[in-house]
């Protein structure tokens, strides 16, 4: 079956770094996405990989790993507005994405 | 109006109501989304509309019924609905659907089924 696996919840510091992994089992890859949703909002998209290496964005980086399944959402310089959750999203061969069941960020000052 | 809209917001309804969910796109694109969000769960893809035709139904009951009248309108009638129903209904929309596209969200409807 298709499998995406995130941590549920994760801890950081306001202005440290944190990664975010997570690691996948599809049938075929079209890409990856990682999308940013705070709590009652819409999921908003920040990055996708489909080939392998780090893109960064400002403070945000993403990386990706095809051969061992395995991405991260790297987020630097943390402000107390990036508690939310973090979904990672895998686009199948059918073009369809699989969803992760997302990481919740929380900020300590 | 900007992005993808969704309305209501919030809506409560009894197990044999009838109501519906409203999504509305003004972005120009082609393919549109309805999604299931539950707590600590996945994303759940119910249907997907390009060019206003059903090109996916990922066994979702019957008591969900979609509509997509045009490129920019989708609806999501409910009826019978259950407990288990209740969630976040997220509408979302792309370029394409057959393509790497980033999908652009609506804020979601909170539905609560008593």
């Known amino acids: 079956g298709q499998n995406i696996d995130q941590p549920t919840e994760m801890t950081a510091t306001e202005g440290a770094i944190v990664q975010i992994n997570c690691t996948y089992q599809?049938?075929?890859?079209?890409?990856l996405f990682w999308y940013q949703q705070h709590a009652g909002e819409a999921p908003t998209f920040l990055s996708y990989n489909v080939l392998d290496g780090l893109e960064e964005k400002g403070r945000f980086s993403s990386f990706l790993s095809r051969s061992k399944g395995y991405s991260y959402l790297l987020l630097k310089e943390l402000q107390m507005k990036d508690s939310a959750s973090y979904l990672c999203?895998?686009?199948?061969?059918?073009?369809?994405?699989?969803w992760g069941a997302g990481t919740k960020l929380i900020i300590k000052p | 109006e900007t992005g993808v809209t969704q309305t209501p917001r919030h809506l409560v309804m009894g197990m044999t109501n009838k109501k519906s969910l409203k999504c509305e796109q003004h972005l120009g694109h082609n393919a549109m989304y309805w999604y299931k969000q539950s707590a600590k769960k996945p994303l759940e893809l119910m249907f997907v509309?390009?060019?206003?035709?059903?090109?996916e139904n990922n066994s979702v009951p019957s008591r969900f019924s979609p509509e997509c009248p045009n490129s920019s309108h989708l609806f999501l009638h409910l009826h019978t609905l259950q407990p288990e129903d209740s969630a976040l209904y997220l509408c979302?929309?792309?370029?394409?659907?057959?393509?790497?596209?980033?999908?652009?969200f609506g804020p979601g409807t909170r539905l609560t089924v008593t």
């Open positions: 509309y390009s060019l206003e035709e059903r090109v």
């Open positions: 979302a929309s792309s370029q394409e659907a057959g393509g790497p596209h980033e999908q652009y």
């Open positions: 599809t049938s075929g890859f079209n890409g």
């Open positions: 999203a895998v686009m199948d061969s059918n073009y369809q994405l699989i």
